[in-house]
């Protein structure tokens, strides 16, 4: 009996320092990543610049270190949108694989398609849905009035509305989820979808960085359609 407790105790040990050194590893290689992608970053930042600028115009910063600082953000905030794939892919699959807990397909394919979604939600937010909203509210000025935006609170506002809208594409992977784990079904969703609609315009009014009814249903709609595509793939689980 004694002598089980021991190799129980001794296997346990083994694990937690096997475990350990494969979470160090991953902030190693997500620190030395995510630092890359910053420097990748660092060289496409005046194209940044010059994108979001264009519908504001000349953009100020209020203290001498406010710029400087800004520019760092962005450096961070590309790294890290450039490492992401690799550091989820490399947590799957020293964290959640060895787990057994979800078929290996199932796993490779829920994180790519995770992937997928955000950057795509992403980049409509800012290719598409930015710019409109932007110069939408920038029509409600005046000549008497000159819009001066601070380049750090601007930035911080676009970083953050592209981040939530690529967050708010992950939608479809959360229902499936709950739907293949058991919690929820196909005629739940479907049954829930008039509330869901509404759900999403309400949203959109919050997240929108525009009051526009155009702009909100440019956000709404795409929503819409990735639940219905979440309701469609539910069924097909079901058969």
């Known amino acids: 009996m004694l002598n089980n407790l021991d190799l129980d105790i001794e296997r346990l040990h083994r694990s937690f320092w096997a475990l350990l050194k494969r979470f160090r590893r991953l902030l190693f290689v997500s620190a030395f990543l995510i630092g ?3 420097v990748i970053t660092y060289f496409f930042i005046p194209y940044f610049m010059e994108y979001i600028s264009k519908p504001v115009g ?23 949108y450039l490492a992401w794939p690799y550091i989820i892919f490399y947590f799957a699959k020293n964290f959640i694989l060895p787990t057994k807990i979800i078929s290996k397909r ?13 950057y795509t939600g992403s980049c ?3 290719f598409v849905i930015f710019p409109v909203g932007i110069r939408f509210l920038l029509s409600f000025g005046a000549p008497e009035i000159q819009p001066l ?28 989820s709950l739907v293949r784990l ?18 999403f ?5 919050l997240v929108s960085p525009s009051t526009d009814v155009f702009t909100q249903c440019t956000m709404a709609i795409p929503l819409i359609v990735l639940y219905e595509i979440s309701i469609w793939i539910a069924r097909l689980w079901k058969r």
């Open 182 to 199: 058991g919690i929820i079904n196909s005629k739940q969703l479907a049954s829930q979808r008039k509330r869901a609609i509404l759900g």
């Open 58 to 80: 000349k953009l100020i910063f209020l203290t001498p270190i406010e710029a400087f600082m800004t520019q760092m953000k962005i450096c961070l905030i590309g790294g890290i």
């Open 36 to 38: 890359l992608g910053a």
């Open 124 to 126: 409509f937010a800012f």
């Open 149 to 176: 935006f601070s380049i750090g609170k601007y930035v911080s506002f676009v970083t953050m509305f592209v981040f939530v809208f690529g967050l708010l594409f992950e939608m479809p992977i959360v229902l499936l």
């Open 201 to 205: 315009f309400i949203l959109a009014m």
């Open 106 to 118: 199932m796993l490779w394919l829920g994180i790519t398609s995770a992937v997928l979604l955000f």
